[in-house]
């Protein structure tokens, strides 16, 4: 069993639906996230249009924050997600300095790495994660991608842009996109400009560890 | 060049909130800078003691323990960054392998166990109950231990290397700027702990291996400031915090001239007019400068956003 994710941009409206069920679910802290959806604004008024992307770990193939980490904190488990025990992490931020997509974020309350694990305890229940309950368009789409009949596999064979995050990366994403640009899944593609932001005053909880 | 798509499609994040900038900040400055004069000192021993051993007479042990008291800089500024630094034993009780954080860190500590041995068998000497000449076991086990510097200075590079995230450091330049850090610092180091106690010609030699890893180390940062962005639009943006008006852009100057630029000049004046204090100017300046260097290489990465 391989599980997956694809996120069909088409249809996602940016409700960030998902986003809060998964801080509820998770109980992820403020000032982090393990799902996020990202806004970009494209074209100069009026001829402007917003696209959302949902933004959340993609339990790579070949996982570099995996790889990285010094004591296995960071694994894979028999389904294919990418899991972490935050009992074993030592904080030592390696995983944030590996992982292509930053989707990994130091949690201030117990001061370990975390992220989203595909919501592994309710895949375990059988029950679907928490975002993709959600998701009031079903633009989430989640499933065994080693199963030719599952939903997230035929969704695959059907479209023909169906496209990953920094593929040049060799990270091998089980997470996937239809009807993604350049804009959505390219960071660079996109300016941050100060002031441009919905938030622009964004507190972060103090950590530990020295960040300058 | 997908970023120049941006003045056609204006395309703005109006909402996002990307990882907190600088997670490796100058704690792990401290730790690679630290760690370089630590196993450098240890390549110029073993070059002192092929060249000229007369001279390693009074500079074995004080060598050794600077070098020891370096290595515990660099472990414990390793420590103090940790996030959970009373969970560092997992290191060594769930160790993984794949991590160069892991193998480096079993390394470092079976390096820092092995000088400590060096150490003890010179403070004890005459009470040594492992050997009756410590001296020669001192030399034996400088080999060994020299021979586990250079993947104890290497490993660091290999961190970077799997820190898939940041396309400015490669393995191959990384591990030659972690060799030269340390023939830098440690032919630094090695000419001030020296002092007197070595001959103008060996000092000369010193300052040779110094202005040389300065020389070189410069050619491969300026390589990467000018071609590094030939192939990568991620290092393109990454290295524009170092050009034009960049953040980073004075401090990398600085590092430049402090470590590299100046010792070489200095380097080269000494060997001329013989003096001494010039030597002794270039390294304190390599020593310096190496920090200001180092740190701005690991964090500009860090700044760019990656989602
Ligand atoms: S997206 Fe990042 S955190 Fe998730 S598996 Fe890949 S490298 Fe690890
Ligand atoms: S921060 Fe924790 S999970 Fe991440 S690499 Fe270090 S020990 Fe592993």
Known sequence: MQLGFLVDLHLCMGCKGCEIACKVENEVPLSTWRLRVKYVDVGAFPETKRTFTPLRCNHCENAPCERICPVSALHYIDNGIVNIDSERCIGCAGCVMACPYGAIYIDPETQTADKCTYCAHRVASSMMPACVVACPVEANIFGDLEDPTSNISMYIQDHRDVQVRKPEKGTNPHHFYVGASQVNLNPLASERVEGFSLFNKITHLPLGGHHE | ?307
């Not at chain 2, 290295?239 to 001239?257: C, E, R």
């Open chain 2, 1 to 307: 060049m997908i970023h120049e798509s941006i003045a056609a499609t204006q395309a703005v994040v109006t909402l996002d909130v990307p990882l907190p900038d600088i997670f490796w900040g100058w704690f792990v400055t401290m730790n690679m800078w630290a760690k370089s004069i630590g196993t450098g000192l240890v390549f110029m021993l073993f070059l002192l003691m092929k060249k000229n051993p007369d001279e390693m007479k009074g500079l074995r042990t004080p060598t050794l323990i600077v070098s020891f008291i370096m290595m515990n800089v660099f472990l414990l500024f390793t420590l103090a960054d940790l996030h959970q630094p009373f969970r560092m034993w997992h290191i060594f009780f769930y160790p993984h392998w794949t991590s160069a954080i892991t193998v480096g860190a079993w390394m470092a500590t079976v390096f820092v166990g092995l000088e400590s041995l060096m150490i003890v068998v010179m403070l004890r000497k005459d009470k040594c109950l492992l050997t009756k000449n410590s001296t020669g076991f001192f030399d034996k086990l400088l080999f060994w231990v020299t021979l586990l510097a250079i993947p104890v200075t290497l490993y660091t590079a290999g961190i970077m290397a799997e820190a898939t995230a940041r396309e400015l450091w490669q393995m191959s330049t990384e591990s030659v700027q972690m060799i030269l850090a340390a023939t830098l610092s440690g032919s630094a180091a090695m000419i001030l702990l020296g002092g007197s106690k070595l001959s103008d010609k060996t000092r000369q030699f010193f300052g040779a291996i110094l202005g040389l890893s300065a020389l070189m180390a410069f050619i491969i940062y300026m390589s990467e400031y000018i071609f590094g962005g030939m192939k990568s639009e991620e290092v393109i943006a990454i290295l524009s915090n170092i050009k034009g008006d960049g953040d980073y852009a004075t401090m990398f100057w600085i590092g430049q001239w402090v470590a590299y630029i100046l010792p070489m000049l200095l380097v080269a004046l000494a060997r001329v007019s013989n003096s001494s204090n010039l030597l002794n100017l270039a390294s304190m300046l390599a020593i310096v400068g190496l920090w200001v260097i180092k740190h701005v290489w690991l964090v500009i990465p860090q700044l760019l956003s990656l989602s």
